[in-house]
Each structure stands twice: as C-alpha cells, then as structure tokens.
C-alpha cells in the first residue's frame, strides 16, 4: 500500500507560496489502481515524485508498504554518457535483477536498433522516454507511477506494445496515473481522485471526478 496522511507540500516562486498539497490523506491499496486529474501548473510532477520518494514532504507522513517504480520519464541513475544497453543492465543489478532479461526485454520493446548501443546523450527526448518507459516495465514493481500516461513517441508499434504490457501489469500491478486529460486515466483506473489548489478529492469512480473536475476548469 502506499499511504499520505495528513501531508503537506509548497514552493516559493519568488513572489508568492505555491501549495501543492494541503494536509492531504488518502491510501492505495494494492489492486485499486487510481488516476487523479489535475490541470497543468497545479502539480502533478511534484506530487509523482513525492509518491516514489524523491520529493520529501514539508509536513505529514508517507507510507509505503510495497515496490513502487520510479515515475515514468524520470532519468535518474541513468547516465548520460552510457549506452541504454549498460544502463539497462546496471539497473538491473542494482534491483537484483537478471541483467540478461532486463537488458533483452527493453532492447525488444524501444526498437531503438542500432542505437541501442550507442549513449543517451545522443538520444532525441522521444528515444530517451520509451527507453525509460522501457527499463520501468522491465523492472518488478507493485504500484507503477506514470506522469501524463505515454511518452511521447511518434513510433505506433512502441506504443502499442507498450499499451499491451500496461493493460497485462494492470492485472497483477496497481498503477497510479496522474494527468490532467480525462481520457488518458479511462484506459488504466476506475477510482479517481482531482487535484486542484491543494486540496485532492477522492472519489470511488472516473465519472464523480470528472465532474468536479469539468466545473473547476470550465467554471
């Protein structure tokens, strides 16, 4: 499970506090995968990466009880000037993983060809999001986090197989979802919660949500 109780999170911007969060409390439980909606510039960037640690909360506790991924298009600890071959492997080790199967496994989904071999640096940002998304699904997580659903790739087969091994993991996995276009969070959750000003509101289906979150970007 993963578990917010009572947590807060803002920035300064430099003329005024952005509240992200506002003593928010809410629980995941394994196999009730959630989406939450949220428009763009209320955060939900900030929130993903405070769901998989890399965001430490200004008050409150977050709990996790289980494997949760990385987010989806977050590069770190993946280096630069490494082929996605070696960092596919390295990544692997480093999850006590099958180097073989991991590096095999996103070689087959990126069909990055050739320049599987070569460094990132001299990816385009599309190769470097399905690797990444790539190297996510090879991993073994309990709940998956993903910031605004797929990469953005031009590439139809990545994409749908990618989808394919998404709508497999739902299945066994729970995922987390967070995006501001309602369509996005149908494929993959039935529970939703809306994020807007601080304040997250659950609710027990998609339709509740996009309700309130039709009136609050339409009103």
């Known amino acids: 499970m993963l578990e917010f109780e009572n947590v807060s999170k803002s920035f ?12 928010a409390s809410f ?5 009730e995968s959630l989406g939450i909606l949220a428009p763009n510039g209320t955060g ?24 949760i991924s990385f987010p989806l298009g977050f590069m770190g600890g993946v280096i630069s000037k490494h082929s996605a071959m070696e960092n596919s492997r390295y990544i692997a080790k480093l999850y006590g ?67 394919e091994i998404l709508q497999e993991r739902l299945r066994t996995t729970t995922i987390i979802i967070v995006s501001h276009q309602p369509q996005i969070l149908e494929k993959f959750a039935r529970r939703a919660a809306v994020l807007n ?20 970007t339409q009103g």
């Open 197 to 216: 000003q601080g304040q997250l509101s659950m609710f027990e289906s998609l339709e509740e949500a996009k309700q309130l979150y039709d009136y609050q």
């Open 27 to 31: 629980r995941v439980d394994l196999g």
């Open 97 to 163: 993983l099958d180097p073989d199967y991991v590096e095999a496994f996103c070689r087959w989904l990126c069909g990055l060809e050739e320049y599987f071999d070569q460094p990132l640096g001299t990816y385009s940002s599309g190769m470097r999001a399905r690797f990444t998304f790539a190297l996510m699904l090879a991993l073994d997580f309990d709940i998956y986090l993903i910031d605004e659903g797929m990469p953005s790739s031009t590439d139809v087969e990545f994409n749908r197989k990618a989808g």
């Open 44 to 67: 939900k960037t900030t929130l993903i990466k405070m769901m998989a640690g890399l965001e430490k909360p200004d008050e409150g506790e977050i709990r996790r009880g289980c494997k």
């Open 12 to 23: 300064w911007t430099g003329t005024q506090r952005k509240v992200i969060l506002d003593r």
